[in-house]
């Protein structure tokens, strides 16, 4: 029966092209945007998870910083650890040769007075952003030995922690302004003054032969056998201070190279979390491009399918004349 109040081939055919038409909207925003899922409408599933990716990753460009400070830092403590050791080492030598009798050790002593203010110069310039690993005052408020250096973030089950690189620097201190109870540094802790070896605990008053490697005085020492034997217990604490000061060194080094590593992993983390997001919300372009080629066609089709159902009501107007 053919009406001119309803034209079901006209109808049939408006909804196929409004169809054509969103789809090929749809393909357009793609092509222009490159995203598959570019809002929560088009797969809240996906747009949710890379959503939480994409933060994840800004997260990581943070850390990626922090890690730079903290190698920074640490490059700055080994650089004045390194230059301690050659310093206590020029001073071990200085009192070794002042171990020869009849040498005028006063003048021997105003060479090793400049450097044990040298050592006092490089710890005090041993600072980064206000961090100062070598020159503390383990007595002040919110002191903590062990610094720690943002590392990573991780995920599980929807919370998330942030992974830190553990440093003690307690052993490694130069200078410590408390001077509590094992409250001291490598150059201004008390040794034996028999063996040189720093006190485990430090004593409230020190024995008449204690000293520290930073204020160690051989002016007035001269050849008898209980200066000689004075002289022989500097020698051993500025060879054991060397030793401390490697061990120090020898931890930072450590550190640096688990920085680097770390690094290096966050990096390829980041790639990889990047790979994640793509699989997740990109187009594919050669596949976007073929379907909107397809669709033009199929709109042009639409359009000549809709012209011809509604041509089919004029042919109604032959029947009157």
Not at 26 to 34: A, F, L, M, N
Not at 198 to 211: C, E, K, L, N
Request: net charge negative; no cysteine; proline share 1%.
């Amino acid at each position: 029966m053919s009406s001119i109040n309803t034209n079901v081939a006209a109808m049939t055919a408006l909804r196929s092209l409004t169809a054509t038409n969103q789809a090929l909207t749809q393909t357009q925003d793609r092509i222009s945007t490159g995203l598959r899922v570019a809002t929560a409408a088009d797969n809240a599933a996906y747009w949710s998870i890379a959503t939480t990716m994409r933060s994840d990753n800004s997260a990581l460009s943070t850390v990626q910083d922090a890690l730079g400070l903290g190698a920074a830092t640490v490059d700055v403590a080994y650089t004045a650890l390194d230059e301690a050791k050659n310093i206590v080492t020029k001073i071990k030598d200085k009192l070794v040769a002042a171990a020869q009798p009849g040498l005028d050790r006063a003048k021997i002593q105003t060479e090793i007075t400049e450097l044990q203010a040298q050592l006092s110069g490089i710890a005090s310039a041993a600072t980064l952003q206000g961090q100062n690993w070598l020159s503390v005052d383990s007595a002040a408020a919110g002191y903590n030995g062990t610094k720690n250096i943002v590392s990573s973030i991780s995920r599980a089950n929807g919370t998330i922690s942030v992974q830190t690189i553990s440093i003690n620097t307690s052993s490694m201190v130069l200078f410590d302004a408390n001077a509590a109870v094992g409250g001291v540094g490598i150059l201004d802790a008390y040794r034996d003054g028999t063996t040189g070896i720093r006190h485990a605990v430090q004593p409230a008053v020190p024995a008449a032969t204690d000293f520290t490697v930073a204020t160690i005085n051989i002016a007035a020492l001269t050849d008898s056998t209980a200066d000689m034997a004075t002289l022989d217990g500097y020698i051993k604490g500025a060879d054991r201070a060397i030793t401390e000061l490697a061990a120090g060194a020898t931890a930072l080094g450590a550190a640096k190279a688990r920085i680097e590593i770390q690094q290096s992993f966050v990096d390829s983390l980041k790639d990889a979390i990047e790979g994640g997001i793509s699989q997740l919300v990109d187009a594919d372009m050669n596949e976007e491009s073929t379907r909107l080629q397809a669709l033009q066609v199929k709109q042009q089709l639409g359009i000549q399918a809709l012209s011809i159902a509604n041509g089919s009501s004029q042919s109604i107007l032959s029947l009157f004349r």
